[in-house]
């Protein structure tokens, strides 16, 4: 393993935790690229892991690998990385929702139904949702962060009705939501959501909650 392909593991690692911790760098917008030098980098004392990491996983495969731990958390170290079968797992658990994504966007849906339903909320609009307030997150949202749905599919259900700027126009300034709208933000472009998926979504919208228009 050549330490220039260690350096370009490095690089993409840098560069994608920059693009998840940072509001000014879009790793597609500068294609990943970041400010290093190779000499510097051969006086690390973590660049061994940077090799062992791309000695398992190469190209595209390793960014993805990155990414699905970066999600998990901003901070992860490049140690725990090349170690911890943990963020093998995370990545394996994250390859196989991105490899179904519609079958996850309707097992979630369904999941909110039945929420509803044990709310007693059977008859409730769907719209209902989403309203929020200065200090009450929409139902929605709590829908997420209690586990009920994925990330993914809260921002499919915003790939089909926009609902993360209206709420971005209430709760703006809030902590919680203002590190989830910057995740999602720097996340979606990874689900390579397109216009397919789009129309999946909203067929599934409509077919569960009558209200969707």
Partial sequence: MSEVTAFNA??????????????????????????????????????????KVSRKYE?????????????????????????NVACEKTYLDWKKTKQSLTYQFQSDILSIKSSMNHLQQVDQ???????????EYP?????????TISLETLIGIDLVL??????????????IWDDFYHTCLKYAPFLDYNVKHQNKFKGILRKEFASVI
């Fill in 162 to 175: 926009g609902c993360f700027k209206p709420w971005e126009r209430v709760l703006s300034g809030d902590i």
């Fill in 139 to 147: 139902q929605l949202f709590e829908f997420h962060t209690d586990g």
């Fill in 59 to 83: 190209g595209e495969e390793l960014i993805l690998f990155y990414v699905s731990n970066l999600i998990k958390n901003r901070d992860v170290w490049i140690g725990e990385l090349a170690r």
């Fill in 10 to 51: 490095y690089n993409k690692f840098i560069a994608l935790k920059q693009h998840f911790n940072s509001t000014s760098y879009d790793f597609f917008k500068y294609k990943g690229k970041v400010r290093s030098n190779l000499n510097t980098f051969k006086t690390k004392r973590d660049r061994f892991f940077f090799e």
């Fill in 125 to 135: 609009d769907f719209n209902q949702l989403f309203i929020t307030k200065s200090d």
